[in-house]
């Protein structure tokens, strides 16, 4: 008899124990799971900061280079005690860090290209909506969000709008650079060189969203101009009245 009553509490103990061992199981991978899903939502964090700032990231790098290499140019022969080699060298290197400039922006030009693209497809199309929330449904603390809101999608793309044109113009500033320096009296090969640096620069390093527009600031007004656009045909077309009745 308590042969059998101890065989029992054993077999309820193993049952207790397994059913124990389960539910740490279940909990083991409960935080797994929890922890794995954690990663997941700070890599899409991170991904999504990375795709907005890269291309920002991307523009201020060939500003700096254009920039630090106009200065190189403007001091070229500029030292009198200095030999012409050397002096030719000088333009081979500034020539040689012009291209460097402009391959790195053709190897980070399609991918540039579809972000952008997508990022201005969306602003618009999160401006269009808003706007027609704004004249349809928004009352006066809704109205005051959505204008914030869609100001704020204006200023996202402005930045990478700006540095793409004053890119444009740091090659101007470059092609004018490199006429007005001081190559009156230079060597047939230095003045040869020259030439053929200033017709490179006279080719600004521009970038065109999926290949339709220009990536400049005229980009934003006419992101503004669709979102207009759209809400007055949407009026128009009398979506809204249905949901008024």
């Not at 060939?62 to 070229?76: G, K």
């Not at 790195?104 to 997508?118: C, D, G, K, T």
């Not at 740091?170 to 090969?189: Q, R, V, Y």
Request: glycine share 4%; hydrophobic share 40%; proline share 3%.
């Amino acid at each position: 008899m308590a042969c059998g009553q101890g065989q029992g509490y054993v077999g309820r103990d193993e049952r207790a124990f397994g059913d124990i061992r389960r539910a740490s199981e279940s909990s083991s991978i409960g935080r797994q799971l929890q922890l794995h899903n954690t990663s997941i939502s700070i890599f899409a964090v991170h991904a999504f900061m990375a795709s907005d700032s890269m291309p920002l990231i991307f523009g201020l790098t060939v500003r700096s280079y254009t920039q630090w290499l106009t200065e190189r140019v403007e001091r070229l022969r500029n030292n009198p005690k200095r030999p012409e080699d050397e002096n030719y060298q000088e333009l081979v290197q500034c020539i040689k860090d012009h291209q460097l400039i402009v391959e790195y922006s053709e190897n980070m030009r399609p991918l540039i290209s579809i972000a952008l693209f997508v990022q201005y497809t969306t602003a618009s199309l999160v401006m269009a909506s808003s706007l027609v929330h704004l004249v349809t449904f928004a009352d006066m603390v809704s109205g005051i969000t959505t204008t914030i809101y869609m100001i704020s999608c204006m200023f996202q793309t402005f930045p990478i709008s700006y540095i793409c044109e004053q890119i444009v113009e740091d090659c101007e500033l470059l092609s004018m650079a490199i006429f007005h320096s001081n190559w009156i009296g230079a060597p047939t090969a230095y003045t040869s060189a020259l030439k053929y640096f200033i017709h490179r620069t006279q080719q600004p390093i521009q970038f065109i969203a999926g290949g339709v527009f220009l990536i400049c600031l005229n980009v934003n007004i006419q992101v503004a101009k669709f979102a207009f656009s759209l809400t007055t045909f949407v009026q128009q077309m009398s979506v809204f009245e249905n949901f008024d009745r």
